[in-house]
């Protein structure tokens, strides 16, 4: 099997790559691992910076997303008994839409297979080769057979657990991490949500957001240790503290429903560099990840691939290579950007399992500051919407 630009994951940045690449006249083929029903149910993320959603839209994938998904002007941050709105839109002129990640991958999905796109299902890239000669070669495992996917490029995009970037030799990347001493556990709940915009609380017992996915679903997170067995979350115990920590405002109360799904995802940032090696360019969650803090996981995936698609273009089309020499330079602005973001906004919402009660007073005094002072709130406003430059 020959293409020109091999594509390992079919997550947002593989699906929305393959998708730029036809938009450019050029080939590719996507190997996904997982079944297509398996990845179309996958629940992750679920906001969209205005950036991500123009490029949707501007690429032709926004129909469903103009029709069902959820535009949202601010934020909530609810602490010491208060709520105070972060009025995104006026303060930046631009908004985020709530629009499930699985959403996003239905409906790459099916623009690829109506564009006759070769996206296959099922099929695990096992190793990587050739990167550093003209063409290299992607080994993968198909209905129990051995294949080989031959390309000009390699576009890894799968995920943190993938294959590709364990392709680069050791000694060419540098990695950057984090681990958090907390863990999310995200709930999705058959229930109307009883808030127009997400609301992020910082209790003494930890961490909570109240989100939703459509006027019927909501997703909810508890900030939980590390360590913690979803076994010992009974729904009875989910709902008991999330009230706790929600309903800290006079008045107001949760809408609780039937548990669709609940899972347990450790925090981490991590970051490698650089993310180019020879022929094999890496993108989205393979080469970075970021705390769900700040919404940016998938943001920062579909970032990336705009970038590639156009320095493909430009390689295919004019044979120009300098798009795709700066490709790592210029992601990682961005990456560096909402690495920062996120560490910031995970450090201020969550309290440490031994806290430090000066730690404690340093994020009382922060989120004050962010609800009293235009400048600051502007600041984790543009941040949250996705900066058009960075
Ligand atoms: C459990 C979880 C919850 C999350 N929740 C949030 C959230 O609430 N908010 C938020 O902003 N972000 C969240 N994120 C982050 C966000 O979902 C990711 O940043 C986003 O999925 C990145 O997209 P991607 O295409 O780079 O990687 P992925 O979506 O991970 O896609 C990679 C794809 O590659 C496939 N693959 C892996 N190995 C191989 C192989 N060897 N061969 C073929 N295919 C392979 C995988 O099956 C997968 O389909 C979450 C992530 C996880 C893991």
């Known amino acids: 099997m020959r293409t020109q630009v091999g594509i390992v994951g079919a997550g947002p940045a593989g699906l929305m790559l393959s998708h730029l690449l ?12 997982r079944s297509r029903e398996y990845v179309e149910h ?35 941050l609810r602490f010491d008994g208060e709520s105070h709105r972060v009025p995104m839109t006026e303060l930046t002129g631009r908004a985020i839409t709530v629009y499930g990640q699985q959403e996003v991958v239905k409906d790459l999905i099916a623009a690829r297979l109506a564009a006759g796109g070769s996206v296959l299902f099922e099929a695990e890239a096992v190793r990587l080769a050739g990167l550093d000669s003209q063409s290299p070669v992607i080994h993968f495992r198909r209905d129990g057979r051995d294949e080989q996917l031959h390309c000009d490029f390699v576009a890894g995009c799968d995920g943190f657990h993938g294959v590709s970037r364990g392709a680069v030799p050791d000694g060419v990347l540098r990695t950057y991490e984090r681990t958090y001493p907390f863990a999310w556990l995200g709930v999705l709940a058959a ?16 961490f909570a957001l109240y989100s939703l996915r459509s006027p019927e679903i909501s997703r909810l997170y508890l900030q939980v240790p590390p360590d913690e067995d979803i076994a010992a979350w009974p729904d009875e115990r989910i709902w008991a503290e999330l009230r706790t920590r929600l309903e ?18 450790p925090m981490r940032s991590f970051v490698v560099e650089p993310m180019q090696w020879e022929r094999l ?17 998938m943001n920062l995936a579909l970032a990336d691939v705009a970038l590639l698609g156009d320095a493909f273009a430009a390689w295919y089309g004019q044979h120009r290579t ?6 790592s330079a210029a992601a990682l602005r961005r990456v560096w950007r909402a690495q920062h973001f996120s560490w910031w906004m995970t450090s201020m919402l969550h309290r440490l399992e031994k806290d430090d009660p000066y730690e404690a007073k340093l ?28």
């Open 22 to 33: 036809h938009l450019h006249g050029i080939e590719s083929v996507v190997l996904e691992c």
């Open 363 to 390: 994020r009382a005094a922060t989120l004050r500051y962010v609800v009293t002072s235009p400048a600051y709130a502007t600041s984790l406003a543009e941040n949250y919407v996705g900066l058009p430059e960075v």
């Open 42 to 76: 996958r629940v992750r993320a679920g906001v969209l910076e205005q950036g991500s959603v123009d490029l949707l839209r501007r690429t032709g994938i926004g129909e469903r997303l103009q029709r069902e998904g959820m535009r949202h002007e601010g934020i909530e």
């Open 281 to 297: 360019f890496l993108a989205g969650d393979a080469v970075h990840i970021v705390p769900p803090t700040g919404a940016k996981g």
């Open 322 to 327: 300098d798009l795709l020499d700066g490709y």
């Open 248 to 265: 800290t405002v006079a008045g107001w109360s949760l809408n609780e429903g039937p548990v669709l799904e609940k899972s347990i995802t």
């Open 191 to 206: 229930a109307p949500p009883a808030v127009d915009e997400l609301v992020y609380a910082n209790h003494e017992r930890g």
